[in-house]
């Protein structure tokens, strides 16, 4: 792909407000200069809004601040003007019932901001599972030069000599207290030793994922995905992000320049080179939904079928993203994705060169991090999507965290009505459930929970993990955190809260699943399924006031990206008229 930058110089957004030396003008530069900002600053050049995410409250996020002076001075450097701007950010680790819930919420608190005031470009300074998306979906909507500066991911964790992965261990630690196999002393010991540094999940979690998927798109640095928090290197790419940006206002390098088809099926090949999460399907359909893309579920299997995970990181395989940095990174993976024709090289990046251009010359550090492709965790990784009469609009599969046996499975299902009705059960050693059984867990979809939450990891009942076994099949309308594993079948759609096939589903009646024929089925005959749904009335929560009636009254189906149905689309960013 090709790129003609603009002519420069021109007249920039910005100086609709400071531009000139009418009444209007003086009112907006003369507050502005109450900070101490000297008048030729405001002669033309390009305003920079860093969209900073830190909050004492969103801890993945942290140590943003301090990374958003590495990204004021790349600003100065390259001739523009600085502000930072703080901004909704939805924590992971904090957030209720679920911080999903809270990214539309965000992407639109944000997208307002971008477009009412007086900035040309934006740096996007996230880290946090839900702000990537977040801020990539503003951009998006307002289609302003954007850059994304992730905060980057934490230390390797260490626990009696073993690699702990944040999240990933947790799950792990958690089902072998259950299990008996470790002591509620032990569980709180090693919980010192799961988050030791500034930053992200250091597993391939959504976090890491997102920022690989920002990579992957074009909107970052080459080679921003991986490098720690704590590295000196990862403030050296705030600074250089910070400059860049600059030439891209000058250029009007802009987010629909950028993400194309081309580069969201590079992104979701990526996905499933590094076994990423499965919360990006959810995400990039998303973003492409506001940048103007068609993007399904179908283009996800499509693309993501044949591509090899080869990225050894937990929770599909056994090391961290520090060890993944020390090898190459996000780079390496681009390019072994070029090599086997499975790369849009021409994909055009915020750099102004081709993803190709900016990945050829890599080297492969580490082949026990970033494997060779006939030592692949699996040979078809990415998203499996599954599709049948109880998941009519699809459901989504991550095989590379699922156990090879249970890939094609028959089971008496066990049905859980909602979480709360999950827990109350799960540790009664009279339910009625075994290896055999396929849980189903229902009610929490974007409208159902409300906001989806990461609970479609359902851990096994104890009395099946002291008998060693650590997986089960798993169904349920709801996400999973991406530093889970398993057989974990999720986003079922339609949701069980809108009637789809999955709130009619009995304990007892069994399910099919063939995750290589994309199958799975409710074997009840056709009329008994209509039976059932034409009786189904709904016994969710339903909101009457608040974000949350206005997220349960216009959020759409996990299949097309769980957005807001009335923020579909790029709007742009004009300048309205101004009120004094």
Not at 180 to 196: I, K, N, V, W, Y
Not at 295 to 315: E, F, S
Not at 484 to 490: F, P
Request: proline share 5%; charged share 20%; hydrophobic share 40%.
């Amino acid at each position: 792909m090709t790129f003609s930058p603009a002519p420069w110089p021109r007249k920039l957004r910005s100086q609709e407000w400071y531009g000139g030396n009418g009444r209007d003008t003086i009112y907006h530069r003369g507050w502005m200069k109450n900070q101490g900002h000297p008048h030729d600053l405001f002669d033309g050049r390009p305003v920079i809004g860093i969209l900073n995410t830190w909050s004492d409250l969103t801890p993945c996020n942290g140590h943003l601040r301090e990374l958003a002076e590495k990204v004021k001075a790349g600003i100065w450097e390259a001739g523009g003007f600085p502000v930072e701007v703080p901004v909704f950010s939805a924590s992971e680790n904090t957030f209720r019932p679920t911080a999903m819930m809270f990214r539309n919420l965000a992407a639109l608190s944000i997208e307002e901001q971008m477009r009412g005031q007086p900035i040309d470009g934006a740096v996007l300074l996230v880290g946090c599972d839900k702000t990537t998306p977040s801020l990539l979906m503003a951009a998006a909507s307002t289609d302003l030069p954007s850059i994304v500066v992730t905060g980057g991911p934490m230390l390797n964790g260490y626990f009696r000599g073993e690699r702990v992965g944040s999240g990933t261990h947790l799950w792990k630690f958690s089902e072998a207290v259950k299990a008996g196999e470790m002591t509620q002393e032990e569980f709180l010991e090693a919980e010192e030793s799961m988050s030791r540094s500034s930053g992200t999940c250091n597993t391939m979690g959504t976090a890491s994922t997102m920022a690989s998927m920002a990579e992957a798109l074009g909107m970052a640095l080459s080679g921003n995905a991986a490098i720690p928090a704590v590295d000196s290197r990862r403030r050296v790419m705030a600074q250089l992000s910070g400059r860049r940006i600059v030439q891209m206002v000058k250029d009007d390098l802009k987010p629909s320049d950028i993400m194309s088809k081309a580069a969201f099926e590079n992104a979701i090949r990526c996905n499933g080179a590094i076994g990423g999460s499965t919360n990006a399907v959810i995400h990039l359909l998303a973003i492409a939904g506001r940048v103007g893309v068609d993007l399904t579920l179908d283009d996800w299997d499509r693309c993501g079928r044949d591509v090899a995970t080869i990225v050894n990181l937990m929770p599909s395989g056994k090391y961290l993203m520090e060890e993944f940095f020390y090898a190459g990174g996000l780079p390496v993976v681009l390019k072994r994705l070029g090599e086997g024709g499975q790369l849009n090289r021409d994909a055009l990046t915020v750099s102004g060169e081709t993803i190709w251009d900016e990945v050829k010359g890599v080297r492969n550090w580490n082949e026990d991090v970033i494997l060779p492709l006939d030592q692949a965790l699996t040979q078809q990784g990415g998203i499996a999507v599954l599709r049948g009469n109880l998941a009519p609009d699809g459901a989504v599969l991550k095989p590379s965290a699922a156990s090879p046996h249970l890939l094609k499975h028959r089971g008496r299902a066990v049905v859980f009505e909602d979480i709360d009705d999950y827990k109350a059960q799960i540790n009664d050693e009279a339910l009625d459930i075994d290896e055999t059984c396929v849980m189903v867990l229902r009610n929490c979809g974007p409208k159902g929970y409300p906001g989806m939450a990461e609970v479609g990891n359902m851990g096994l009942p104890p009395k099946v993990l002291k008998k060693g076994i650590t997986d089960m099949v798993r169904i349920s309308d709801a996400r999973m955190s991406g530093t889970a594993y398993g057989t974990v079948i999720l986003h079922t759609s339609p949701e069980a809260a809108a009637g789809g096939p999955l709130a009619v589903v009995r304990s007892g009646d069994m399910i099919e699943v063939d995750v290589a024929e994309r199958r799975i089925h409710l074997d009840i005959p056709d009329e008994e399924l209509s039976a059932r749904l034409a009786a189904w009335r709904p016994n969710h929560e339903q909101p009457e006031s608040g974000y949350a009636w206005l997220h349960q009254a216009h959020v759409q189906g996990a299949d097309t990206g769980a957005d807001l149905d009335f923020l579909k689309g790029c709007r742009g960013a004009p300048v309205g008229k101004d009120s004094h």
